[in-house]
């Protein structure tokens, strides 16, 4: 049983504009969430994190929104670039557990 | 953020021989990592935890003696696949936690001729 989905294998945006890239998972004691960026053939990249007690965190272009009743975060990157084009994954934890991480989104930053 | 190294980043060996991957926590202490496999245009599969000074907790399906792994250091796991064969060339990631963050390796390619 997955505990953190990402239903969308893939995702196409122009660049310029917004990336919305979603994360849902099913453990309710999940507190902390963390996004990575992979490119291939290199090991994943810590982008951006938030906390259960926080529903949005930003980073630069980056900004991460959290929905605890949902079970769902999303992750937002404006203005999207080419450089973007990656794989996402989203990753939770519960009470500094292991993470769990989902299965990934490609996102594919058209010029 | 901080910086986990791997070695090598890629290597190439011969079916029968045995092969080890090096990762470390370069500015901070990990009691626990974490080696993961990746095959192509898939997702990260968790092979098993590395635990400092203990035995390593494998993931269903992962063979351990197979696939050696030691944490003799707070800085330092190592993975080693004995008696390589072809389908085990993939593409090995470790990570490293330090406090809320995991932070992962670069990676190494193994080819298994």
């Known amino acids: 049983d997955q505990q953190v989905k990402q239903n969308s294998p893939s995702l196409s945006v122009q660049e310029g504009r917004i990336s919305i890239l979603n994360c849902d998972y099913t453990?309710?004691?999940?507190?902390?969430f963390l996004w990575y960026k992979k490119y291939p053939a290199e090991g994943p990249t810590f982008l951006i994190s938030?906390?259960?007690?926080?529903d949005k965190n930003e980073d630069g272009r980056f900004t991460v929104f959290l929905n605890k009743s949902a079970k769902h975060l999303s992750l937002h990157i404006v203005p999207s670039q080419p450089g973007d084009s990656a794989v996402y994954f989203c990753?939770?934890?519960?009470?500094?557990?292991?993470?769990?991480f989902g299965p990934g989104t490609r996102l594919s930053v058209l010029p | 953020g901080a910086v986990v190294s791997q070695h090598p980043s890629w290597v190439i060996c011969k079916s029968g021989t045995s092969v080890k991957i090096e990762c470390r926590s370069l500015?901070?202490?990990?009691?626990?990592m974490f080696w993961y496999r990746q095959f192509p245009k898939q997702s990260l599969m968790l092979m098993a935890t590395?635990?400092?000074?203990?035995?390593?907790?494998?993931e269903q399906g992962v063979e351990k003696d197979k696939f050696l792994i030691n944490h003799a250091s707070l800085t330092l796991s190592t993975l080693t696949v004995t008696s390589a064969h072809p389908e085990d060339s993939s593409f090995y990631i470790c990570?490293?936690?330090?406090?809320?963050?995991?932070?992962f390796g670069p990676g190494t390619r193994l080819t298994v001729l």
């Open positions: 990570s490293a936690r330090d406090f809320d963050t995991q932070y």
């Open positions: 453990n309710s004691m999940f507190d902390y």
């Open positions: 938030i906390s259960s007690i926080k």
């Open positions: 990753a939770a934890s519960a009470g500094g557990q292991n993470f769990v």
């Open positions: 500015d901070f202490q990990a009691t626990t």
């Open positions: 590395s635990n400092e000074g203990s035995k390593a907790t494998y």
